[in-house]
């Protein structure tokens, strides 16, 4: 199964500015995310921040703040709890006019509304944040994908954790370049040179 930029949604999980600097490989990790983000906007993927406690963290990297439609301000470790599902998968107004015009076949069930399902994870701690919003986004039946190599931890040791249980809980795990690549798809994509000038 790959990635498709039409069916994807990026979510950047607090890279604020007071943590950071106590992360693990902390300037490989926010150029990712800040690659990541310039992708998303590029080929019109959503994209949506997350703020642990910013009063007490801090904003996010400005760059990313940037690149985000929305920033959420959380309390909570996982976004899901205050409220993250909700922008991922709005409420849509029914269409006006009478339904039953249509053939059966052809009507649509709230559940069979269109929606972009493949949620794209990066962020900080892995093994907090970014571990409970995946795992609780995973329980909700989203398709999770994590990109490892824009995710951190203050250690090694639970950045790997959250790898190993991530992936056994059923997200799977990405680089920053598999995203890439796979959104684009090919390189007579349009924006394939500009993309791939990102990752040189």
Same mark, same amino acid.
């Given at each position: 199964?790959?990635?498709?930029?039409?069916?994807?949604?990026?979510?950047?999980?607090?890279?604020?500015?007071?943590?950071?600097?106590?992360?693990?490989?902390?300037?490989?990790?926010?150029?990712?995310?800040?690659?990541?983000?310039?992708?998303?906007?590029?080929?019109?993927?959503?994209?949506?921040?997350?703020?642990?406690?910013?009063?007490?963290?801090?904003?996010?990297?400005?760059?990313?703040?940037? /690149?985000?439609?929305?920033?959420?301000? %959380?309390?909570?470790? &996982?976004?899901?709890?205050?409220?993250?599902?909700?922008?991922?998968?709005?409420?849509?107004?029914?269409?006006?006019?009478?339904?039953?015009?249509?053939?059966?076949? /052809?009507?649509? &069930?709230? &559940?069979? %509304?269109?929606?972009?399902?493949?949620?794209?994870?990066?962020?900080?701690? !892995?093994?907090?944040?970014?571990?409970?919003?995946?795992?609780?986004?995973?329980?909700?039946?989203?398709?999770?994908?994590?990109?490892?190599? !824009?995710?951190?931890?203050?250690?090694?040791?639970?950045?790997?954790?959250?790898?190993?249980?991530?992936?056994?809980?059923?997200?799977?795990?990405?680089?920053?370049?598999?995203?890439?690549?796979?959104?684009?798809?090919?390189?007579?994509?349009?924006?394939?040179?500009?993309?791939?000038?990102?990752?040189?």
């Amino acid at each position: 199964m790959l990635l498709q930029a039409d069916e994807s949604q990026l979510v950047l999980v607090d890279y604020q500015e007071r943590l950071m600097p106590a992360i693990c490989e902390s300037q490989a990790v926010l150029a990712n995310a800040r690659r990541l983000g310039q992708a998303a906007r590029r080929l019109g993927v959503p994209v949506w921040g997350t703020e642990q406690n910013p009063e007490r963290l801090g904003p996010n990297d400005p760059q990313l703040r940037a /690149l985000s439609d929305k920033t959420l301000a %959380k309390m909570h470790f &996982s976004a899901v709890a205050d409220g993250l599902a909700q922008w991922l998968a709005p409420t849509v107004t029914p269409a006006r006019g009478n339904a039953r015009s249509l053939p059966r076949h /052809l009507r649509q &069930s709230e &559940s069979q %509304k269109a929606q972009r399902c493949s949620i794209v994870l990066g962020g900080c701690e !892995a093994h907090v944040c970014l571990l409970q919003t995946a795992l609780e986004l995973i329980d909700e039946e989203w398709e999770v994908w994590v990109v490892t190599d !824009a995710c951190g931890s203050r250690t090694e040791r639970n950045r790997d954790a959250a790898f190993d249980r991530l992936a056994g809980a059923g997200a799977e795990l990405v680089t920053t370049e598999m995203v890439i690549f796979e959104w684009l798809r090919s390189c007579e994509h349009a924006d394939f040179k500009e993309l791939q000038a990102l990752i040189k």
